[in-house]
């Protein structure tokens, strides 16, 4: 039998080499794949933060200034029961919208104190929206004085402290409950409205009306919302360790949430109706704006990034989107 013979030197040598190559490339065609999964995953969780932004600030900018069926406040049909406070600017619903334009390290007009308090990002828009809720809850007997407290459907939750607008079709009071119980096997509510008390910030007065009024059953009360949509760093970082910018909002009195990671800018152009058409005549900057109540639409641009550096320069990848929102309950 022949005596089996063991490899070379050399073919050990180009054996272990070709074996490098293969690695090598498997190694590469895994890294490829997994660069090409982070960019596919970091668009996808770009274009889904995108998403939900959009339809976040919509929901509210739709309802800007939306105070039940009454169409518009003045000195006659609307009052404000709220004692004088820093919170006059969080709870004024003569201007649905009220817009900060981006301006070198500040912003014009300069934003009060509720807005600036929030360290928003320099550079980018800032936006108000004063509304009422979506839905609110009717009025189950008539007021027998201005006085008394209110009976409504429990439809819509309700707290102690929640500043609230009572509304028909021809006036409107906002003030704040002191105190609240539910009434006639849980479905209806007790609301309480006194004067004097302990809450921020309380009411001046607790008549609803200066006029011997009251408000009957085609009334209905709302909670007051005030949202700022404003840009500024993250609460967390990437995976490089870097601070990214967010997309935040603080409604009425709360503290502010982070929205949504990513957001790196927001531009804001408010389409306003010049001669009474319901159409916008033109799309101006904050600052342009002749008249927040004449504003029908307002143009969003987002530039939202994947919040993680996954480009093959690890880099993050930034995508800008628009949108123009139509108000609803002003124009066509």
């Known amino acids: 039998m022949k005596k089996q013979q063991g490899f070379t030197?050399?073919?050990?040598?180009?054996?272990?080499?070709?074996?490098?190559?293969?690695?090598?490339?498997?190694?590469?065609?895994?890294?490829?794949?997994?660069?090409?999964?982070?960019?596919?995953?970091?668009?996808?969780?770009?274009?889904?933060?995108?998403?939900?932004?959009?339809?976040?600030?919509?929901?509210?900018?739709?309802?800007?200034?939306?105070?039940?069926?009454?169409?518009?406040?003045?000195?006659?049909?609307?009052?404000?029961?709220?004692?004088?406070?820093?919170?006059?600017?969080?709870?004024?619903?003569?201007?649905?919208l009220t817009g900060y334009e981006a301006s070198g390290s500040t912003w014009k007009p300069h934003p009060e104190s509720y807005v600036t308090d929030l360290k928003p990002q320099t550079g980018s828009d800032i936006l108000v929206i004063r509304r009422v809720s979506d839905n609110g809850s009717s009025l189950t007997q008539a007021m027998p004085f201005p006085s008394a407290d209110l009976k409504s459907e429990a439809t819509v939750p309700i707290e102690d402290g929640e500043v609230i607008l009572v509304s028909d079709c021809s006036k409107a009071t906002i003030f704040q409950v002191t105190n609240i119980t539910t009434i006639v096997d849980?479905?209806?509510?007790?609301?309480?409205?006194?004067?004097?008390?302990?809450?921020?910030?309380?009411?001046?007065?607790?008549?609803?009306?200066?006029?011997?009024?009251?408000?009957?059953?085609?009334?209905?009360?709302?909670?007051?919302?005030?949202?700022?949509?404003?840009?500024?760093?993250?609460?967390?970082?990437?995976?490089?360790?870097?601070?990214?910018?967010?997309?935040?909002?603080?409604?009425?009195?709360?503290?502010?949430?982070?929205?949504?990671?990513?957001?790196?800018d927001l531009a804001i152009l408010y389409g306003e109706d010049l001669d009474s058409s319901g159409v916008p005549n033109r799309y101006v900057t904050a600052s342009s704006v002749g008249d927040m109540n004449r504003v029908v639409a307002v143009n969003i641009s987002l530039s939202v990034n994947t919040v993680d550096e996954v480009s093959q320069d690890n880099n993050l990848i930034t995508r800008t989107f628009n949108a123009t929102i139509k108000i609803r309950n002003r124009g066509v």
């Open 9 to 96: 030197i050399i073919e050990l040598m180009i054996a272990m080499l070709l074996g490098l190559f293969l690695m090598g490339g498997i190694i590469s065609i895994f890294n490829s794949n997994q660069q090409t999964f982070r960019m596919l995953n970091g668009l996808s969780t770009l274009q889904d933060n995108a998403r939900f932004a959009f339809d976040t600030i919509s929901q509210d900018i739709r309802m800007a200034g939306y105070m039940g069926c009454l169409s518009s406040i003045n000195d006659v049909n609307y009052l404000n029961t709220l004692n004088p406070s820093s919170s006059d600017y969080i709870f004024d619903l003569s201007t649905g």
């Open 186 to 264: 849980d479905t209806e509510y007790n609301v309480v409205h006194n004067a004097g008390t302990s809450e921020t910030p309380g009411n001046a007065q607790k008549e609803l009306t200066n006029d011997g009024s009251t408000y009957d059953e085609d009334a209905s009360v709302y909670k007051f919302r005030t949202a700022v949509y404003y840009i500024a760093p993250s609460a967390f970082a990437n995976n490089r360790g870097n601070q990214v910018l967010s997309l935040w909002r603080r409604e009425g009195l709360d503290p502010a949430e982070e929205l949504i990671r990513g957001v790196e």
